[in-house]
């Protein structure tokens, strides 16, 4: 199967090693910029270009893995109609592709991926969607390919995962940033919680997040709740997220 | 070397088990609750009693691994000075024990603990205080026999420290909560979202969270943020954090 990957981000560069590697032979590679287009493609051993007008028309699949921003600007100057075109976001509806093919869907990998780090996709969840059954099942025969974990979502629940991902992963990333700045001004490394970050996931995925809950917003602890916001005033988004966090554990344990 | 165990909960079942199997005699639990002093003092084949009064005089240490706002009220209770006497609180200064011993100090294990799940310690920091070095030195030595990872700090780093781990532990478990229950909604369970979970913490550890820093927020793609936004109005505390989170990676990527 022949497939001409539109972009050459984070997401592209794993998709198209997970393909390449699942025995996929992977023609052409599209990036904006010349280097990025070209650094992915001499990996993949693909040609490369980064004029739209330019991209091979007899490929059996096209993926475009852009910006939520840019994939429409991108795929309205395609000057052919692509067999079969898919895009890898969360948040954007696959009707979006409905003008620029007669067969199109979406392949959406629910991982954070840098270029740096090439993923194993084989435990990977990937949420497949199509405009029709053959299409459909097109789609999971490829992503059977490279992961045992595929899943059938609409573009509404696609959206809602993409959220819950936005809480799961970015944010949760952003407590870590915090309690390593926190850290930082005491000169003490984040390595220190290593072994708390871990039995913090570790429990939640044993028993769940809500039964895991602990602390002091838990235990509606005021007195230390109210330090803690005090030695937080240096930084008032720090402050009211501290606030609102705590609340919102508060409020969930009485089940409101 | 005896030691009294104050408090019955999550640490002091923890610290106690970790204590009895590095050879420590422990040989009383109090707890307020009978049950709880039982339950704990029968799996340590130790004495137990939910009476202050009754508390061994002539043990060599004293834990008392109490809330934060019933450690005063215990501690001023018990009716003898004790040899040496410690707290496990991050957030309470050390000389809150002044009054109460000659010799005190805090072990504080940076860890969150369950009774029903025994942690193992060796990895465990353990951040010690005391009031004299020879105490100082008498600390050190029993928790090396608990774990490698042996902390100096004063009340105030401790307390930084334990709000950091707020914000690494108890928040970031409620941003798995906020991603549960947006999933439940559409029936799909947490399970999806594991892969991306463990994958987040791992990038934050091998380069830095600050780093390793993702999603629309980094981006600032105020499109989706919008959406986002509108697909939380049903909970006005989830789209406050939404926000407030948002507008903080943000403003940590522009280093503000």
Redesign the interface.
Known sequence: MNVVIIGAG?LATNLSFALRNAGFNIVQVYSRTYQSAELLANKLSASFTNNIKEIEPHADLYIASL???SLLDIIQQVNFSPSLLVHTSG?LPMDLLKKYAKDYGVIYP???F?KN?I?DFK???ICIEANNKDTEKKLIEISNKIST?I?L?NSD?R???H??????????????????E??Q??N?S?D??????????S???IS???K????????N?I??MT??KE??TYNP??E???S??S???Y??KLGK
């Not at 959220?163 to 390593?180: D, K, R, W």
């Not at 895991?212 to 235990?219: E, I, L, N, S």
């Open positions: 984070n910006s939520d921003d948040s629910l991982q954070t840098t780090k993923s435990t990977i969840p974990q899943h979502f629940q959206s809602k995962i959220l819950a991902a936005v809480f799961a992963c970015n944010f949760t990333n952003h407590m870590y940033t915090i309690a390593e926190i850290l001004k005491e003490v984040l220190i919680l290593k072994p708390l970050l871990k039995e913090t996931l429990n939640a995925l769940s997040p809500l895991a809950q602990t602390g002091p917003a838990m235990r602890d007195k230390i330090k803690h030695m937080l988004l720090f009211k997220i501290y609102f966090v609340e919102s554990i409020k969930n």
